[in-house]
């Protein structure tokens, strides 16, 4: 990567992750209601109960307006025509190089939501594992799709 630029994701993304987690995590809150008919509502129980929730309520609104913002705001990508350069990570800062001469396939995948958003992700897979550049815009994600590909299919030659 000598001086390729990173690209941003878009900003719908940040809505699309913000619904992904209000509904993925509605589950945390069976936990205390499963809690709750076991136990029963005893005043010791009572207080146990509460901070669970309070706890809970706290992860449940972070992951909701803070979390997805600050993932957005790290995530970058690079291509050229040796490497696809990933970083990312709000606490711990991740950064992927994968050499294109690795990569065996890519893809593009959309759920509802990102179908709603008009967004897609592209996966790369290369023999150890399976990378992904999430929430693209649907031209952005075919482009970047065939990029890597077309890359990889040069630098499969060049081996």
């Known amino acids: 990567m000598k001086n390729t630029p990173f690209h941003k994701l878009t900003p719908r993304a940040i809505r699309v ?3 992904g987690s209000a509904f ?4 945390l809150f069976a936990i205390p209601a499963v809690y709750a008919a076991i136990f029963g509502y005893q005043r010791f129980h009572f207080w146990i109960l509460l ?3 309070v706890l809970l ?3 449940y609104i972070l992951s909701i307006a803070l979390i997805p913002y600050l993932s957005w705001k790290k995530w970058r990508y690079a291509i050229d025509e ?3 350069d990933l970083k990312r990570g709000v606490i711990i800062h991740r950064r992927t190089l994968i050499p294109l001469s690795r990569v065996q396939h890519v893809d ?3 759920g509802p939501l990102l179908r709603w958003y008009n967004l897609a992700s592209v996966t790369i897979s290369t023999a150890a594992t399976t990378h992904e550049i999430p929430a693209l815009d649907e031209v952005i994600a075919d482009r970047v799709r065939h990029k890597i590909s077309t890359y990889a299919r040069l630098a499969e030659d060049d081996v």
């Open 24 to 27: 993925g995590n509605l589950f």
């Open 51 to 53: 901070s669970v929730i």
């Open 108 to 110: 593009t995948r959309q």
């Open 57 to 59: 309520l706290t992860y």
């Open 82 to 84: 040796n490497e696809i």
């Open 17 to 19: 992750w913000q619904l």
